[in-house]
């Protein structure tokens, strides 16, 4: 089983469209997690970070079930420029050592 | 821009030579990772540096290593190449000993073994 397990996609999905994403994580574990987007070609960036108790910025709200060890994206009212792949990403920390494992990214398309 | 500079941007190698990768952090930051990212493929973290000191490792053999310098500036050297390490080679700096903020990414160094 990967250590971070994302549906790949793509998503296709129409404007103004709410989509949401998956991930899960198999460590127990594991402390941070977050939401990076990166578009083609290009360097991730940053999205959210993901908290316990569930955080929105604008159209996006990040969840985390740390009892069933999955996190969630979900973005509202979809914009052409959300087309990206999203990549979800996990840290864990042990005796100090860390070890950041990304997904694979779950591909979105917006579509006019 | 994330203020991170990788050079070279692109490479070209041959099986069984070695490459340095290099890598100069943000302003500030004292910690920097590296991750490889194959076509198609999420990054697959490589290894941390933390004020000089490895600590953190992905699931990469030993030809894999790094160093970082006073500056906080990194390395990435490969030995022994082999055709399965071409990748896009992406260096991201944080601040801190745990991953609790944001990494920012460089453009990444692209290498093509042959």
């Known amino acids: 089983r990967k250590e971070v397990e994302q549906d790949p996609g793509p998503f296709n999905v129409p404007e103004g469209a709410t989509v949401a994403f998956n991930c899960t994580y198999s460590n127990s574990a594991s402390q941070s997690f977050f939401w990076y987007r990166q578009d083609c070609r290009k360097e991730p960036k940053l999205l959210m970070s993901v908290y316990s108790s569930g955080n929105e910025d604008g159209r996006f709200t990040a969840q985390l079930n740390r009892a069933s060890q999955y996190i969630s994206l979900l973005i509202r009212d979809s914009k052409l420029s959300d087309s990206a792949t999203y990549l979800c990403?996990?840290?864990?920390?042990?005796?100090?050592?860390?070890?950041?494992?990304f997904g694979t990214g779950t591909k979105l398309q917006v579509i006019p | 821009e994330t203020g991170v500079t990788q050079s070279p941007t692109h490479l070209i190698k041959t099986r069984g030579q070695q490459v340095t990768l290099r890598c100069s952090s943000q302003?500030?930051?004292?910690?920097v990772s590296w991750y490889q990212q194959a076509l198609g493929q999420g990054p697959q973290f490589i290894f941390q540096?933390?004020?000089?000191?490895?600590?953190g490792r992905g699931n990469f053999p030993p030809r894999f290593s790094g160093l970082q310098f006073p500056n906080y500036s990194s390395e990435l050297n490969v030995n022994a190449l082999e055709l399965d390490d071409s990748a896009l080679y992406l260096c991201?700096?944080?601040?801190?000993?745990?991953?609790?903020?944001?990494?920012?990414f460089g453009e990444g160094s692209r290498l093509t073994v042959l």
């Open positions: 302003s500030g930051h004292n910690t």
């Open positions: 540096y933390y004020r000089e000191e490895e600590n």
């Open positions: 991201a700096s944080s601040s801190g000993a745990q991953l609790a903020g944001e990494l920012f």
């Open positions: 990403v996990v840290n864990m920390n042990s005796g100090g050592y860390q070890k950041v494992t």
